[in-house]
Each structure stands twice: as structure tokens, then as C-alpha cells.
């Protein structure tokens, strides 16, 4: 490659590296597998570089290998008995109402954690909607189908997130059986 086209991909993988990153944690629950999804991704777009340049919109395409990696994974029966594990959270700043950072890092696992029953596509789509802020039709390009398989991908996990986070309500924790 030209050293001007890898200096270009070198300036877009800094930009992007971390955005990927996050995106690809959303997908998969796993900041271990979203970095291993990045750097597969960054690997095929250097292969193909100077196509996609040419072409533009690079992130998207991103956005999409990323999708398409992860589907791989899901689909690798090695992967299927594997269970994630938490991560240590990190220090609490003085200035944060606790309470109330709490209640949200709570919400924001318990949902977390309740994505990860829904079907690979189905949180893709969820994903990609409501975190990633896509339309319809940019999120149909990405996963390569119809607008209305969007449609009915996100009405389908909406209803099963629902399912799934008031039988995690209604389920006993740890915390709530020592009180």
C-alpha cells in the first residue's frame, strides 16, 4: 500500500478504534471479544483500503464488518458454551450522586445483561436502532435485509427484552434473599 493511503487508514483507525470498540461490546457483552472483533475488522478494511477510500463513507462500512464479524463468532459452535464473567467496575467519582449513578449502572447492566438472551440478530438490530441512533434503512444496509425485517427484527426483540428483564425483576438476587 502507498504511504500516503496507509497513513490515511492510520489516522482512521485512531479516530475510530474506540467507537468500534464500544459498538462491538454492545453486540457482544465481552470487552475481550469486542477487541478482538475490532481488530478483525481493521484487518479486512487494510486489505481493502483503497477501494473503501475511494468509495467513502468508511465508517459505515466499518460498522458493518463489525456486525458481520460478530455474526462469525455466533455462529462458531466453540463459542456457543462460553459464558462471559463482570468486569471490576472502577473507582466512583467524589462529585457523582452515588445513588443515583448506582441506580443507572444498574439499569444499564441489568439491560446489558438482558440482551445477551435475545438472537445475535435481534440485539444487532437493537444495537445498531437505539445505541449506534441509526434509522431504519441505514440499519437494513448494515445487516444486509429488508427494511421491514428491521421492523419486525426490532419489534420481536423489544418484546423479548421486555420478557426477559421482568423475569429478572421478578427473580430473586443475591442482594435481595441476604436482606
Known sequence: MKADLEAQFQHFAEQQVLALRRFAYLLCADWHLAEDL?????????????????????SKYARKAVVNCWL???????????????????????????DLAGERLANRE?????????????RAVL???FWEDLSITEAAEI???????????????????????????S????????S
Open 143 to 169: 445487516l444486509q435485509c429488508s427494511e421491514g425485517n428491521v421492523k419486525s427484527q426490532q419489534s420481536r426483540a423489544l418484546a423479548r427484552l421486555r420478557e426477559v428483564l421482568d423475569r429478572m425483576e
Open 110 to 122: 441489568r439491560v446489558l445483561r438482558g440482551m445477551t438472551e435475545l438472537a445475535p440478530r435481534q
Open 72 to 98: 462469525d463468532e455466533k455462529r462458531r459452535p466453540w463459542r456457543r458454551s462460553e459464558s462471559g464473567h463482570g468486569e471490576v467496575p472502577d473507582r466512583a467519582d467524589p462529585n457523582v450522586d452515588l
Open 38 to 58: 475490532v481488530q478483525t475488522t481493521l484487518l479486512k478494511l487494510y486489505r481493502t483500503w483503497p477501494k473503501l477510500h475511494r468509495r467513502g463513507n468508511v
Open 171 to 178: 427473580t430473586p438476587t443475591l442482594a435481595r434473599r441476604a
Open 127 to 129: 444495537v445498531l436502532r
